[in-house]
Every structure is written in structure tokens, then in C-alpha cells.
């Protein structure tokens, strides 16, 4: 029979593969979104596509948490355990349906209501994680293997690195409305182009410490 | 067991490449339904088109390079009897490989492309063959691979090369097609080969899918068999 580890495992990679692998799709997209040569009409074609398989990375990012916690408990090494375990999932399904909500009522009052929930939980996973991280690695607790506690830590950063994707982003949205309502000014081109560069340093430190984290679950170094 | 630092690291290298293989297609896929769809004007499906064609290049790129990673992972956990020449043969094999694979990407010209896109698809059918003896050969005889869950593995990467074979060629009448398109104009006509050529090559798609997804399954299970 197959141990509930090697499964866990199997879906923490998979949520690897809609998370990292779906990325570059979205990355490549967004360059071809803010050249010029193309025509309005085929951005906005590119902005859909790009929308659509965006959704995988969000989904995956969320559920990453509770799976890793479920590894982290299989080794032995978090104090979740158990019955305990409810509540990363409890928290991940809320998350979960807060995101899509945000993603999907864009724009509406409801959805800003969403998006700032959203933030919240970031926010509040950021500072949770960086404590329990560096409290491991200073007294041994909560999590009792330290590679396991830099993986949490390293989680933390990349939460940063998707709000900072968030923020930097912010301007693009209004940007493109004008490109679709008034036609490509090289004002607007301008605007389209700072988020989309400026966006690059977020997404490849996120995607660098997801290979680290990826490195340190195979290597599961004596830290 | 325990990995040296060295050998975490081509397992973690044999895992991103299965990351950016089937997270690759993902783009691949949904891209390729826009490209597709005749609502969208000609230049908006070319570019679409390009698009999903670079972002192609994760999993082309991906599967060269699974042949080296995947026989130094089994050599790593002494699963595989191969000596290290043999091994280093591989990389280079798969260097060499890869450097075709990404010619044919960014070489315009169709007449110079078209006899290494020859020799390219014949290689796969050897690969193909090739891995399905060895594959065999392990099950019945225990060499080159002692384990059969590894020997699994490999029937099912020979089975994906099977795939890519029956997407290239099922996605020629889409090729065509998508070129009268390109040159004329859409005709519905035109748009319901392009269609029906798409159709059949998602199914090889999703095999590959399939396959990708249980061979990464069964390296995390490592059965007993």
C-alpha cells in the first residue's frame, strides 16, 4: 500500500507544477501584452488568456500551505498534528473562496471588500510565519527541524513577493482600460510598461525562493 | 536513503523539469483554444500562435533533458547498472539534442529546417523503441534496470515520446490549415480542419498528461513490484 506521505507528496509537487510551471506562461504573456506592434484588440485577447491561467498559481499558492503542514507533520516536526491539522485546512478553504471571490467580482464593491480580506490574511500569514520560523531556529519550537522552519520562512518571503507583484501591478489595470477605451498614446504604452518591468524583480525573487524551497524539501539539509 | 548534496540536486533538477513540463502545458493548452477560436482577428491568432509555440518550447525542452536526469536519478539510488562514461554520454547526448530541438524553434527558413525536423521525429522513433526494449529487458531480466518500478518509469517516457510523435504528426492538416488561414483569410471550411487537427493531437496531449503525471506519481511511490 502507498503511505499517505508519498501522497502528500505528490500533491505538494503537483501544486508545484500549477504553480511555478503555470507562471511562466502568465510571465511570457505579459511581455507580449505591453508591445506596441500588436493591436489593441490582440492584447486584449493576450490579457484574457494571461487572466485564465493566472487562476492556476492563485489556487496553488493557497493550498501549498496546508500540504506543506501535512508533510511537516508526517516527518515529525510541527506541533499541528491531528485534529490540529483542521485548521490550516479550515483557514486555506475560507482563503481560498475569499481569493476567487476577490478575482472574480473585480471591481464591484464586494469584490474590493474580498481583495482587502485577502490582503489581511497575507499580511497576518506573513507576521505568523516569520515568528514561527525564526522562533524555530532560535529555540527548537514550533517546528523542530530547521530546513523545515527555512522552508516556512521562505513562504513568508514569498507572500512579500506576491504582494509586491500585487502593488507594483496596481497601475496596470487602469492603464489597459485606456488602451482599450482611447486606442495606444505613448503616454499609455508608457504606463502599460513601468508595472509590467518593474513587476520582473518580484516575480523572480518569488520564483527563486520556490526552487530553494523545492532544493531544501529534496535535500532536507542538516540546518 | 540519504542524498549527497550533489544528488539532491539532479533530483531536484528531475523534478523542476516535471514542473515546467506539465505546468508548461497548462499555458500551452488554453492558449491554444484562443489561438483557435475564429472570433479573434488573423493577427491576434498569429500572435497567439507564436505565443503558445515559445511557451512550448518549457515542455520541449523539459522532455529532452528528463533522458539525462532520469538515468543519473536511477543511477544515483543504484537502480540502474551503467557505467559513467555511459552517463556522461547521455548529457552529451542530451545536450546535442537540445540544441537541435531549439534550432528548429528559432530557425525561420522551412527548407533548411525541414530535413533535421526529419531527423529529429526518426530519433524520437528510435528513443521510443529503444527505451521500450530496455524497458522490457529490465522487467524480464533485471538489466540495465534492477527495480521494476524505475523500469515502469521508462515505459511510460518511451509511451510520452509516442505521444509527441502522434501530436506531430496529427497536427499536420492544423499546419496547413493554419497557414491558408494566415495567407487568406478564415473560411469555415478552413477553421473545421483546423479544428478537427487540434482535436486529435489534445488527445495525444492529455496523454502525455496523463503519462507525465504517473510517472512522477510512481518515482514518489517507488512501489515494490
Not at chain 1, 199 to 219: D, E, F, H, P, R
Not at chain 2, 59 to 79: R, S
Amino acid at each position: 500500500m502507498i503511505d499517505p506521505q508519498s501522497l502528500w507528496i505528490m500533491v505538494h509537487v503537483v501544486l508545484l507544477v500549477y504553480w511555478l510551471g503555470a507562471d511562466i506562461s502568465v510571465f511570457y504573456s505579459s511581455l507580449q501584452i505591453i508591445k506596441p506592434e500588436n493591436s489593441p484588440e490582440t492584447r486584449a485577447a493576450v490579457a484574457r488568456v494571461l487572466g485564465f491561467v493566472n487562476f492556476f498559481p492563485s489556487v496553488a499558492s493557497i493550498m501549498m500551505l496546508p500540504v506543506g503542514l501535512m508533510l511537516a507533520d508526517g516527518k515529525g516536526a510541527s506541533p499541528l498534528t491531528g485534529g490540529w491539522l483542521v485548521l490550516p485546512w479550515a483557514i486555506a478553504g475560507v482563503w481560498l473562496l475569499i481569493s476567487v471571490g476577490a478575482a472574480t467580482q473585480r471591481g464591484t464593491p464586494i469584490g474590493k471588500r474580498y481583495a482587502s480580506i485577502d490582503l489581511w490574511i497575507r499580511l497576518v500569514l506573513i507576521a505568523v510565519l516569520t515568528i514561527a520560523a525564526i522562533a524555530s531556529f532560535a529555540g527548537g519550537a514550533p517546528f523542530t527541524s530547521n530546513w523545515i522552519a527555512l522552508k516556512v520562512l521562505l513562504f513568508a518571503f514569498v507572500l512579500v513577493c506576491g504582494l509586491g507583484i500585487r502593488f507594483t501591478f496596481a497601475n496596470f489595470g487602469p492603464a489597459f482600460g485606456r488602451l482599450m477605451a482611447e486606442g495606444s498614446t505613448p503616454e499609455t504604452e508608457a504606463a502599460l510598461r513601468v508595472p509590467v518591468m518593474s513587476v520582473k524583480k518580484w516575480v523572480l525573487m518569488l520564483w527563486a525562493a520556490l526552487v530553494v524551497m523545492a532544493l531544501l524539501g529534496i535535500a532536507q539539509p542538516h540546518l | 536513503m540519504e542524498l549527497e548534496f550533489w544528488q539532491s540536486v539532479i533530483v531536484w533538477l528531475h523534478l523542476l523539469l516535471f514542473v515546467y513540463w506539465l505546468g508548461g502545458d497548462i499555458g500551452v493548452f488554453y492558449t491554444s483554444y484562443f489561438r483557435n477560436n475564429p472570433k479573434y482577428d488573423v493577427p491576434t491568432r498569429i500572435l497567439l500562435a507564436r505565443i503558445t509555440g515559445d511557451i512550448d518550447m518549457a515542455p520541449k525542452t523539459t522532455m529532452v533533458l528528463m533522458v539525462p536526469t532520469g538515468f543519473t536519478v536511477a543511477a544515483i539510488h543504484g537502480y540502474l547498472t551503467i557505467s559513467s562514461t555511459w552517463l556522461i554520454a547521455f548529457w552529451i547526448f542530451g545536450a546535442v539534442w537540445l540544441a537541435l530541438v531549439w534550432w528548429l524553434h528559432l530557425e525561420k527558413s522551412p527548407e533548411k529546417k525541414a530535413p533535421w525536423a526529419k531527423f529529429d521525429l526518426r530519433l524520437r522513433w528510435a528513443l521510443m523503441i529503444t527505451f521500450t526494449v530496455l524497458a522490457i529487458s529490465s522487467f524480464t531480466t533485471g538489466e540495465p534496470i534492477n527495480v521494476n518500478f524505475v523500469a515502469l518509469k521508462l515505459l511510460i517516457f518511451a509511451a510520452t515520446i509516442g505521444c509527441g510523435i502522434g501530436i506531430r504528426v496529427s497536427i499536420k492538416p492544423y499546419v496547413a490549415a493554419f497557414a491558408e488561414i494566415k495567407a487568406e483569410g478564415s473560411t469555415p471550411e478552413r477553421e473545421a480542419r483546423l479544428n478537427a487537427a487540434a482535436k486529435r493531437s489534445r488527445n495525444f496531449v492529455k496523454g502525455i498528461w496523463v503519462l507525465v503525471a504517473l510517472a512522477a506519481f510512481i518515482g514518489t511511490w517507488k512501489p515494490g513490484f
